[in-house]
């Protein structure tokens, strides 16, 4: 009964086959300039159905700091929404990268309005003794486990590019959007004027993959530089785009973030028909929220459920608990077996 995180689970077979095999092969360059590389980056023009750059990085943090800081000026601004991941779990890595500030905006859930983002960019202020605005982040699926739909977030992009900002999606957990949204790679970026993208492998299937695709390759040799001088740049890359090449391979990551995805929504429903916890609302992707006593969170522990209190002063009136419940995030992952699922509901059941 593992929901704790989808950092949590181990790595899927077919990636961990290729580290192997990648290991066993002859030597490579070093430093990117192999072959495993080379042919992964064909594959992500391929997936977003136009010329892209590639870097690849071991970490989220990384992705999400070295892709902002490549479109910011140490003048510059991050603007994202206050429970951003880049805003509080990165340890400031954003603004130490870029030299750049940063700015927390609220929105209900997570998900800005494009009134809402528009309002906030504009209170800013701006200028010679403040900085300039340079991007925007969103991120999908959102801290909240809450998905945009192409269309809202080509509004969003609209509102940031009116105001000069370029875009960055935290994609930590792109595979499960997709999946859920149904839609091609290119419709939750380039075509709806996302600028850079933070592609997870990681919480999907690999072991420890990033990767940072930029839409306009022009940017690449920035971002090179960036990397190596923050010291992300891993001699071995091949085992890095090893993870990327099988976890890509014939919709191995789609079909493992289909999994992840079912698997919450399976957990959601049991949640919402048991009268000792409520559902917050329906998951957006792999990430269940819900309002129960610690008294219930201590007894589904006891019985072995892993889960995080996801306690937070961002909510909206008609989101906060009620009569001494607290807020709960269950994830689920592509390793997360059916039996899991089952077990939890059982210790619902008994309570
Ligand atoms: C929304 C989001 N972005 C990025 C990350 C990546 O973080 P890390 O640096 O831990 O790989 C995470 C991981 O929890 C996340 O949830």
Redesign the pocket.
Known sequence: MMFA?D?WAGAALPVLEALVAAGLARPEPAYGDDSVTRALERRFSDLFEREVAVVLVP??????SLAVATFTPPWGAIVAHEE???MI??CGAPEFYSGARAYRLPAHRGLFTPEGLAAGLDAIPQGLHHGRLSVVSL?LP??FGLLYTPGELATLAAVAHDRGLAVHL?G??FANAVARLGVAPADVTWRAGVDVL?F?G??GGCAMA?AIVLFDPARREELLFRRKRAGQLISKHRFVAAQFEAWLDRGLWLDLATHANRMADLLADGIAACPHTRLAWRPGANEVFAFFSPETAARLEAAGARFYDWSTAALAADDLPRDGEKLWRLVTSFATRPEEVAAFLAALAAL
């Open positions: 995180s950092n970490t989220g943090t990384a992705a999400n951003g991941h880049l779990d990165e991120t959102n801290e935290d930590a957990r933070s997870g990681t919480k990033e």
